[in-house]
C-alpha cells in the first residue's frame, strides 16, 4: 500500500477529519467483533456498495489508532489482508488467532481493533483531465474483543451489573463505575439525575474487573447516594440497551 495513502489516512485520523463508515462505500457487517477463544477463528463480512470497486487493506491493532499494517503485533492473521473489491460485491475476511508472545488473560476479555481501510479508484472521464481533486483513502475502525472460554456469567447481563459512585475532588464531580464482570462494557450515554434535572456525564468503555471515572458535566456537587442514573450500553449485536441504576451509598 501506497506511504502516502497510509500517511494521509493517518493524519485525517488525528485531526477528526476522517470520515466514519457511515460515508465508506465498502460496509462493514456489524460494528464490533466479538471473537470467542474456542473458536480459533471468525469471519466479518464486507460489502462495496458503490458501482466501481475499490482496493481494500486490513488490519488489527492493540489501540494505537495511527497504527499501519505494517508496524502492528498482534496475535491475529487477517486473510486476505489486501485485496480489490468489485462493485456491488462482497467479500469476507477471516480473522485467525495465531499466538501471542505475551499470553492473553483467559480470566477476563482482551480488546483490540480491527482496521478496514478503503482507497477509491483514481478518477477517470473528460471531467478530471487536467484539474485539480482530491481523493480521501477512508478508514473503519471496529472494537475487537477476545473472549476467552469459561467466563464466568452472561456477557448480556454484564450492563446491567455495573455499579456506580460519586466522587468530588476540588470541586470537580465524577461518577466512578465499577465492572464486576470479565467482559467490556461500552457505555455510550450515561445522566445522572439530581435535584430534579437530569445532568449528562461523560462516556466510555469500562474495562473488565475494573473501574472507570466519568466526569459529571455542569454539577457543582456530587450526588447523593440514591440519586437516579439512566445509562445506554452497546450488547455484542451494537444495539443500544437502556438500563437504569443509582448512585450507591
Not at 60 to 85: A, E, Q, Y
Not at 188 to 201: E, L, M, R
Not at 207 to 231: E, F
Request: with cysteine; hydrophobic share 40%.
Amino acid at each position: 500500500m501506497n506511504k502516502s495513502i497510509r500517511a494521509l489516512a493517518a493524519a485525517l485520523l488525528a485531526t477528526g477529519c476522517l470520515l466514519s463508515s457511515a460515508y465508506a462505500n465498502v460496509i462493514i457487517g456489524g460494528t464490533r467483533v466479538i471473537f470467542p477463544a474456542q473458536d480459533g477463528e471468525v469471519t466479518v463480512r464486507l460489502t462495496n456498495q458503490n458501482t466501481t470497486p475499490a482496493l481494500v487493506e486490513a488490519w488489527i491493532d492493540s489501540g494505537d489508532p495511527m497504527s499501519t499494517p505494517d508496524k502492528v503485533n498482534t496475535p491475529f492473521l487477517i486473510t486476505p489482508p489486501l485485496f480489490r473489491m468489485e462493485p456491488n460485491r462482497d467479500q469476507s475476511l477471516r480473522i485467525l488467532f495465531t499466538h501471542s508472545e505475551q499470553p492473553l488473560p483467559t480470566d477476563r476479555e482482551s480488546v483490540f481493533w480491527l482496521n478496514v481501510l478503503e482507497v477509491p479508484p483514481k478518477p477517470s472521464g473528460p471531467q478530471f483531465q487536467g484539474k485539480n481533486y482530491m481523493q480521501l483513502a477512508i478508514r473503519s475502525r471496529l472494537k475487537l474483543f477476545y473472549r476467552p472460554a469459561g467466563l464466568a456469567g452472561d456477557p448480556q447481563k454484564a450492563p446491567s451489573e455495573l455499579s456506580f459512585k460519586a466522587a468530588d475532588d476540588a470541586g470537580a464531580v465524577a461518577l466512578v463505575v465499577h465492572n464486576p464482570t470479565p467482559y467490556y462494557v461500552t457505555i455510550g450515554q450515561i445522566t445522572v439525575d439530581v435535584g430534579g434535572a437530569s445532568h449528562k456525564v461523560d462516556t466510555g468503555m469500562v474495562a473488565p474487573l475494573s473501574d472507570l471515572r466519568l466526569a459529571v458535566k455542569d454539577l457543582k456537587q456530587a450526588p447523593s447516594a440514591g440519586s437516579a442514573i439512566q445509562y445506554d450500553c452497546i450488547n455484542d449485536y451494537g444495539a443500544d440497551v437502556v438500563l437504569k441504576g443509582n448512585v450507591s451509598p
